[in-house]
């Protein structure tokens, strides 16, 4: 939605509380707010690599994150509190949330952030129509200054004298070079989620607007990024665009997945019950009697993902090898993402397709090639992840993937990787994973027919290693690398 961009993004005043030292900014905040009908809320506490972060430095630490009211509870929760959200609510964090207007809201988060930069990191336009940008999206774009600069206005609100600032992501990537203004003495860090796009790329943006989003970023005294790959694509654009970047230091700073919590949260009551029901649904080959394998995934439903060609690629693997039918099952689960955008609803339809052409196609009374799922459980993934065999991992570009960090972890039997060279955890994890080109199903075939095919005690062994690089860079260490760092400077 276009509208009309306000001067400034009307977020009310919080009442005032002690200045925090460790500060840290996202879109998305540790927890969210629904209205339920008799008028109460009800909040929700979220997980990833953020919240398990922060929580290395205790919760006595003098620290506050700064996050974006998402939707109608969250807005609401905000009247209701000034913004200085109930503790209660946020497992001891102190967590100031900014109720942005709706309009402005949406044509940052939707408009700029998601359609528009999203895009432009993983590669995702079909450049003979798109991106194409005219009127409607300089209003967008004010939308999007006007979002940055109320999260500018609260960390230098909130932030004591030299606190360290740890700025997240493409929605906040003007917030550095604006907080910088307001308040030369912080120490301002920003990081990157995503991949970052080659220059050649990256110049669809307007010229102005790509120069505006670097010296942004350029604003912070420490830009870091998931990998050198993605560290260098920033570095060449600051250099072809504005010549250099500057006195800002350039970091690397992977993040692993936390094997002490998936390991203890994958046995608990709720998962054993749902692998009973997920081992029901992959059954038993009806000629041999034994346990089909599985092929998992686990996304949520992101153009990115490449869920559609990981499905043509199973079919092509099918197709190629009769002798896997009966006796594999695609555990394909796809968890909604995005759904104000089109394009997001119309791949999730795609999929959704796909998976009824193949199970129309190779299925029989006894047998379903995919058992897709999409709706978000995350006890119901752990259980995937621990009766996986093989792992498909085929992003068309991925800042890192967790995913790939976390089904090796957790699989029971050691599980085979099909990994993207795509994906950020290539890097880590290339060597003992089966690498594929994400537009290639055919050769995604034939590594998914090794990957099945791969000896017990080879997979076993790949498994290990898989799983010690996945869990080097737990994010407690992570958050503290880039504390540490900061402050070193
Ligand atoms: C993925 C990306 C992050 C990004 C997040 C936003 O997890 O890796 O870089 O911040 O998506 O997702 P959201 O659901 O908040 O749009």
Redesign the pocket.
């Known amino acids: 939605m276009v509208t009309e961009p306000p001067s400034r993004a009307q977020v009310p005043p919080a009442p005032a509380v002690s200045r925090a030292q460790v500060l840290v900014a996202s879109?998305?905040g540790p927890v969210s707010y629904t209205v339920r009908d008799d008028g109460t809320l009800t909040s929700k506490r979220g997980g990833g690599g953020l919240v398990s972060g922060l929580s290395a430095i205790g919760s006595g630490a003098d620290a506050v994150w700064v996050c974006a009211a998402l939707g109608d509870g969250d807005r609401e929760a905000v009247r209701r509190t000034g913004g200085r959200l109930d503790p209660a609510d946020t497992g001891g964090q102190r967590v100031r949330m900014l109720g942005i207007a709706p309009e402005v809201y949406s044509d940052a988060y939707n408009g700029v952030a998601?359609s528009t930069l999203w895009f432009v990191h993983h590669l995702l336009y079909q450049t003979p129509l798109e991106p194409s940008f005219g009127p409607e999206f300089r209003l967008q774009w004010a939308s999007y200054e006007a979002y940055n600069r109320a999260f500018a206005e609260a960390l230098a609100d909130e932030a004591a004298e030299g606190a360290a600032v740890l700025v997240q992501?493409y929605h906040l990537a003007l917030v550095p070079g604006m907080l910088r203004a307001l308040r030369p003495d912080l120490r301002i860090g920003h990081f990157s989620?995503?991949p970052w796009a080659p220059v050649d790329y990256y110049r669809l943006l307007p010229d102005d607007i790509g120069r505006q989003l670097l010296r942004g970023i350029l604003g912070a005294d420490r830009a870091a990024f998931l990998t050198r790959r993605w560290a260098d694509a920033f570095t060449a654009c600051c250099t072809e665009l504005l010549g250099g970047t500057g006195n800002t230091r350039i970091g690397v700073h992977g993040l692993g997945s936390d094997a002490d919590f998936l390991r203890e949260r994958a046995h608990r009551a709720d998962v054993d019950e749902r692998i009973v029901t997920l081992r029901e649904q992959i059954g038993r080959s009806t000629s041999t009697g034994e346990v089909r394998k599985t092929i998992v995934r686990v996304d949520r439903t992101e153009l990115s993902k490449n869920i559609v060609r990981g499905l043509l690629s199973y079919r092509r693997l099918l197709a190629d090898h009769p002798e896997w039918h009966d006796r594999v099952v695609h555990v394909a689960f796809a968890y909604p993402?995005?759904q104000d955008l089109e394009v997001y609803r119309d791949y999730t339809a795609e999929v959704r397709r796909v998976t009824d052409a193949i199970n129309d196609e190779f299925g029989t009374e006894d047998w379903s090639p995919v058992v897709m799922h999409v709706q978000d459980d995350f006890a119901r993934s752990l259980a995937a992840y621990r009766l996986a065999d093989v792992a498909l991992v085929n992003p068309i570009r991925d800042?890192m993937n967790l995913v790939a960090k976390e089904i090796p972890v957790v699989s029971e039997r050691g599980c085979a990787l099909v990994l993207s060279r795509e994906a950020g955890a290539y890097e880590e994890m290339g060597e003992d994973a089966l690498g594929v080109n994400p537009y290639d199903i055919s050769a995604t075939a034939k590594a998914l027919h090794e990957a099945l095919s791969m000896p017990l005690d080879e997979r076993t062994e790949r498994a290990k290693r898989l799983a010690a690089a996945a869990t080097a860079l737990p994010p407690q260490q992570w958050f503290l690398d880039q504390l540490t760092a900061l402050r070193a400077l």
């Open positions: 879109n998305r998601n992501d989620h995503t993402s995005r800042g």
